[in-house]
Protein backbone atom coordinates (compact mmCIF):
# COMPACT_ATOMS: atom_id res chain seq x y z
CA UNK A 1 0.00 0.00 0.00
CA UNK A 2 3.16 2.47 0.60
CA UNK A 3 4.23 1.79 -2.66
CA UNK A 4 0.99 3.18 -4.24
CA UNK A 5 1.29 6.33 -1.76
CA UNK A 6 4.60 6.80 -3.25
CA UNK A 7 3.37 6.66 -6.58
CA UNK A 8 1.08 8.80 -6.18
CA UNK A 9 3.31 11.42 -4.88
CA UNK A 10 5.81 11.12 -7.90
CA UNK A 11 2.85 11.73 -10.13
CA UNK A 12 1.87 14.73 -8.15
CA UNK A 13 5.27 15.93 -7.86
CA UNK A 14 6.05 15.48 -11.30
CA UNK A 15 3.20 17.16 -12.35
CA UNK A 16 3.35 20.25 -10.13
CA UNK A 17 7.08 20.44 -11.48
CA UNK A 18 5.42 20.38 -15.02
CA UNK A 19 3.28 22.97 -14.91
CA UNK A 20 5.60 25.75 -13.03
CA UNK A 21 9.47 24.42 -13.92
CA UNK A 22 9.80 25.56 -17.31
CA UNK A 23 8.87 28.88 -16.69
CA UNK A 24 10.23 29.30 -13.63
CA UNK A 25 14.30 27.43 -15.06
CA UNK A 26 14.49 31.28 -16.94
CA UNK A 27 15.24 32.77 -14.05
CA UNK A 28 16.92 29.98 -12.26
CA UNK A 29 20.25 29.29 -14.58
CA UNK A 30 22.51 29.05 -11.77
CA UNK A 31 20.18 25.78 -10.80
CA UNK A 32 18.90 24.81 -14.21
CA UNK A 33 19.49 25.87 -17.92
CA UNK A 34 16.31 27.30 -19.24
CA UNK A 35 13.99 24.52 -20.80
CA UNK A 36 11.50 24.14 -22.97
CA UNK A 37 7.49 23.68 -21.75
CA UNK A 38 7.65 20.40 -24.60
CA UNK A 39 11.11 19.45 -23.71
CA UNK A 40 10.33 19.06 -20.06
CA UNK A 41 6.83 17.55 -20.19
CA UNK A 42 8.48 14.91 -22.08
CA UNK A 43 11.60 14.39 -20.00
CA UNK A 44 9.21 14.51 -16.87
CA UNK A 45 6.54 11.75 -18.58
CA UNK A 46 9.76 9.11 -19.32
CA UNK A 47 11.00 9.72 -15.77
CA UNK A 48 7.26 9.24 -14.10
CA UNK A 49 6.81 6.06 -16.55
CA UNK A 50 10.40 4.69 -15.11
CA UNK A 51 9.21 4.89 -11.51
CA UNK A 52 5.85 3.60 -11.95
CA UNK A 53 7.53 0.92 -13.88
CA UNK A 54 9.93 -0.04 -11.59
CA UNK A 55 7.20 0.20 -8.46
CA UNK A 56 5.47 -2.83 -10.37
CA UNK A 57 8.12 -4.68 -11.61
CA UNK A 58 9.30 -4.58 -7.70
CA UNK A 59 5.94 -5.87 -6.68
CA UNK A 60 5.60 -8.54 -9.26
CA UNK A 61 9.63 -9.75 -9.23
CA UNK A 62 10.42 -9.54 -5.45
CA UNK A 63 13.88 -10.43 -5.92
CA UNK A 64 16.83 -7.94 -4.88
CA UNK A 65 17.34 -6.69 -7.74
CA UNK A 66 14.28 -5.22 -8.36
CA UNK A 67 14.15 -3.99 -5.30
CA UNK A 68 17.32 -2.38 -5.13
CA UNK A 69 16.11 -0.98 -8.67
CA UNK A 70 13.07 0.48 -7.08
CA UNK A 71 14.61 1.86 -3.50
CA UNK A 72 17.15 3.30 -6.02
CA UNK A 73 14.20 5.38 -7.13
CA UNK A 74 12.87 6.79 -3.94
CA UNK A 75 15.72 7.34 -2.67
CA UNK A 76 16.29 9.43 -5.47
CA UNK A 77 13.06 10.95 -5.19
CA UNK A 78 13.87 11.66 -1.46
CA UNK A 79 17.47 13.67 -2.43
CA UNK A 80 15.30 15.12 -4.91
CA UNK A 81 13.31 17.09 -2.56
CA UNK A 82 16.57 18.57 -0.48
CA UNK A 83 18.60 18.91 -3.85
CA UNK A 84 18.09 20.80 -5.99
CA UNK A 85 14.47 21.59 -4.70
CA UNK A 86 14.83 23.00 -1.08
CA UNK A 87 18.63 24.27 -1.67
CA UNK A 88 17.55 26.16 -4.67
CA UNK A 89 14.76 27.95 -3.28
CA UNK A 90 16.77 29.29 -0.82
CA UNK A 91 19.48 30.16 -2.07
CA UNK A 92 17.49 31.89 -5.13
CA UNK A 93 15.38 32.81 -2.29
CA UNK A 94 12.61 32.07 -4.97
CA UNK A 95 9.52 28.95 -5.01
CA UNK A 96 11.24 25.99 -6.92
CA UNK A 97 8.67 24.22 -8.22
CA UNK A 98 7.88 21.17 -7.01
CA UNK A 99 9.23 21.77 -3.27
CA UNK A 100 6.07 21.76 -1.71
CA UNK A 101 5.16 18.59 -2.95
CA UNK A 102 8.71 16.98 -2.60
CA UNK A 103 9.06 18.11 1.20
CA UNK A 104 5.44 17.03 1.92
CA UNK A 105 4.97 13.82 0.28
CA UNK A 106 8.09 12.42 -1.48
CA UNK A 107 10.19 12.77 1.28
CA UNK A 108 8.41 11.56 4.41
CA UNK A 109 6.77 8.43 2.10
CA UNK A 110 10.16 7.80 0.80
CA UNK A 111 11.97 8.03 3.91
CA UNK A 112 9.37 6.02 5.47
CA UNK A 113 9.89 3.04 2.42
CA UNK A 114 14.03 3.52 3.01
CA UNK A 115 13.85 3.14 6.27
CA UNK A 116 11.50 0.42 6.31
CA UNK A 117 13.17 -1.66 3.77
CA UNK A 118 16.98 -1.81 6.14
CA UNK A 119 15.55 -4.53 7.01
CA UNK A 120 15.76 -6.02 3.95
CA UNK A 121 18.16 -4.44 2.14
CA UNK A 122 21.91 -3.34 3.93
CA UNK A 123 22.23 0.27 3.80
CA UNK A 124 24.98 0.44 1.95
CA UNK A 125 23.14 -1.52 -1.11
CA UNK A 126 20.07 1.36 -0.51
CA UNK A 127 22.72 3.88 -0.92
CA UNK A 128 24.29 2.39 -4.35
CA UNK A 129 20.99 2.09 -5.60
CA UNK A 130 19.90 5.93 -4.69
CA UNK A 131 23.21 6.67 -6.53
CA UNK A 132 23.27 4.35 -9.44
CA UNK A 133 19.45 5.55 -10.22
CA UNK A 134 19.87 9.26 -9.10
CA UNK A 135 23.14 9.43 -12.04
CA UNK A 136 20.87 7.79 -14.77
CA UNK A 137 18.54 9.93 -14.27
CA UNK A 138 20.76 13.10 -14.27
CA UNK A 139 22.55 11.71 -17.02
CA UNK A 140 19.16 11.11 -19.13
CA UNK A 141 17.54 14.55 -18.42
CA UNK A 142 19.28 16.60 -21.08
CA UNK A 143 19.08 13.68 -23.68
CA UNK A 144 15.58 13.32 -23.31
CA UNK A 145 15.09 16.83 -23.81
CA UNK A 146 17.19 16.88 -27.13
CA UNK A 147 15.22 13.67 -27.90
CA UNK A 148 12.14 15.82 -27.45
CA UNK A 149 12.85 18.38 -29.72
CA UNK A 150 13.41 15.53 -32.44
CA UNK A 151 9.45 14.56 -31.64
CA UNK A 152 8.00 17.44 -30.73
CA UNK A 153 5.49 19.25 -33.62
CA UNK A 154 5.33 22.24 -33.52
Do not use: C
Not at 14 to 25: G, K
Not at 134 to 151: D, N, Q, T, Y
Amino acid sequence: MINILFVFAFVIHNIEEAVWLPRWSKHAKKFHKSVDFNEFIFAVLIITILGVLLTFLNSIYDNKIMNSLYLGYVGMMVLNAIFPHLVATIALRRYAPGLITAIALNLPIGSYILYESMKELEFINIITSTIFISAIIVVSLPVLFRISKWITIE
